[in-house]
C-alpha cells in the first residue's frame, strides 16, 4: 500500500526536482521537463505494481492457512520481479523521453 500511495505525487507531478524522493536516472535531471515527464511515467508503473502487490496481500490473507509457506515465497517472487519489471521500464521510458526532449530543443535552435 506504501508503493502505491508514494507514487501518487509522482503521478501528478508535486515533486520537485531533488536527489531523494523520485525517478532519479541521469536523464531526469537535465531539465524541469525531464524530470516530470520522466516521473510522472515511473509513478504510473510504480502505482501499478503497487497495486498488484497489494491485491496479493489480501488474496494471501485469504490463503494463508491453505498453504501460506509456498503461497508466500511465490508471491514474493513476483513482488520482487514486478518492481525489478517497472525498474527497467522506468529506465527505457526514461532514454525515449530524453531523446524526445533533445531532438525537440535541437529543432528550436535552427
Known sequence: MLLFVLS?????????????YGVRFPQSYKSEEH??????SGGIG???????ILILGLVGL????????AYTYVSAGIEVGLVLCATL????????VDKELTADSGKGNR
Do not use: Q, S
Open 8 to 20: 501518487w505525487p509522482l503521478v501528478l507531478g508535486w515533486i520537485p526536482m531533488n536527489k531523494l
Open 35 to 40: 524530470w516530470k515527464r520522466i516521473n510522472r
Open 46 to 52: 510504480l502505482c501499478v505494481v503497487g497495486a498488484i
Open 62 to 69: 485469504v490463503y494463508r492457512d491453505i498453504d501460506g509457506k
Open 89 to 96: 521500464v522506468a529506465y527505457i521510458r526514461a532514454r525515449i
